[in-house]
């Protein structure tokens, strides 16, 4: 069992405990379908659909994903338990860092 982070479709958050590949159902899915990995920040992973209704999209903002995901999400920590303290300490950093360029950071492709 695994401490997980829920992200709610209005964008609030919850911790829970569950198992693994079992993800889904705690986001209230009935199966794995098309549900899967979004995106990588550093030890955290993010999973959940990038197909659903326009009226289901989470509100939740992730600093530097600008995919539509839809439904509940599920945050992760790689081999380890996440807790709400913790993601709140990295998404801070990560959102104030991503905020905060200027334009000599910006270096164009």
């Known amino acids: ?41 550093d030890n955290y992973e993010i999973y959940g659909k990038t197909k659903g209704k326009p009226d289901n999209e989470n509100k939740y903002v992730f600093p530097n994903l600008n995919k539509e995901i839809y439904g509940k999400i599920c945050i992760v920590k790689k081999n380890d338990n996440l807790t709400m303290n913790e993601w709140c300490k990295f998404y801070e950093i990560t959102e104030k860092n991503d905020t905060e360029l200027t334009f000599e950071d910006y270096e164009p492709e």
């Open 1 to 41: 069992m695994t401490n997980v982070l829920v992200v709610n479709k209005n964008g609030t958050i919850e911790e829970t405990v569950i198992e693994l590949d079992k993800m889904y159902t705690v986001c209230d899915y009935k199966s794995n379908k098309d549900f899967e990995h979004i995106h990588t920040y």
